[in-house]
T-cell receptor, first 114, second 112 residues
Framework: KQEVTQIPAALSVPEGENLVLNCSFT??????LQWFRQDPGKGLTSLLL?????REQTSGRLNASLDKSSGRSTLYIAASQPGDSATYLC?????????????FGIGTKLQVIP | KAGVTQTPRYLIKTRGQQVTLSCSPI?????VSWYQQTPGQGLQFLFE???????NKGNFPGRFSGRQFSNSRSEMNVSTLELGDSALYLC???????????FGQGTRLTVV
């Protein structure tokens, strides 16, 4: 059974800092990994998708890496801004009991202090 | 380009009733998946439809069901509602299941 863990559960940083969010998963046989952000009471906003054959993806100030062999992904946020405050979730797609299944971590709640 | 649209945004139902939620995917997307989000369990995968067929499913009881129409719109039905079904229900659409998923704003279901 796939398990996804995100550390830390919460993070508070001053504006302008670079930061790293971690995501680990127990079954390395995945199809892809996707990072999202969620604002309170809202849906999820897609940030980056990394297919299993890729090592990293970049979008603006965001960079996500994937190391399937070690079951880890990191989301790097450069020059953090107060607008980055949200909960960040990672999700992996893999096989489970003859089906594909998407498993989410609990998330990292980020607060960027002006 | 319109995003994923979920209706209604809020619902209050009584225990034992049934409910139907609707999801309209991004134009051209053929895959729709459904998730339940609660404070205690986080986001949990319910099922995924592709071209009107349920292709993947999570570990939820048979009270949770869904369908997808020829225009890719999807509905999710929960029968015999329980208090524990209170949650934010999210749907996501993608071109194919393994491509980037885009989420709607969710339907907040409260069972009393």
């Amino acid at each position: 059974k796939q398990e996804v863990t995100q550390i830390p559960a919460a993070l508070s940083v001053p504006e302008g800092e670079n930061l790293v969010l971690n995501c680990s998963f127990t079954d390395s046989a995945i199809y892809n990994l996707q990072w999202f952000r969620q604002d309170p009471g809202k849906g999820l906003t897609s940030l980056l998708l990394i297919q299993s054959s890729q090592r990293e993806q970049t979008s603006g100030r965001l960079n996500a890496s994937l190391d399937k062999s070690s079951g880890r992904s990191t989301l790097y946020i450069a020059a953090s801004q107060p607008g980055d405050s949200a909960t960040y979730l990672c999700a992996v797609r893999g096989d489970s009991g003859g089906y594909q299944k998407v498993t989410f971590g609990i998330g990292t709640k980020l607060q960027v202090i002006p | 380009k319109a995003g994923v649209t979920q209706t209604p945004r809020y619902l209050i139902k009584t225990r034992g009733q049934q409910v139907t939620l609707s999801c309209s995917p991004i134009s051209g997307h053929r895959s729709v998946s459904w998730y339940q989000q609660t404070p205690g369990q986080g986001l949990q995968f319910l099922f995924e439809y592709f071209s009107e067929t349920q292709r993947n499913k999570g570990n939820f009881p048979g009270r949770f069901s869904g369908r997808q129409f020829s225009n890719s719109r999807s509905e999710m039905n929960v029968s015999t509602l329980e208090l524990g079904d209170s949650a934010l229900y999210l749907c996501a659409s993608s071109l194919e299941g393994v491509t980037e998923a885009f989420f709607g704003q969710g339907t907040r279901l409260t069972v009393v």
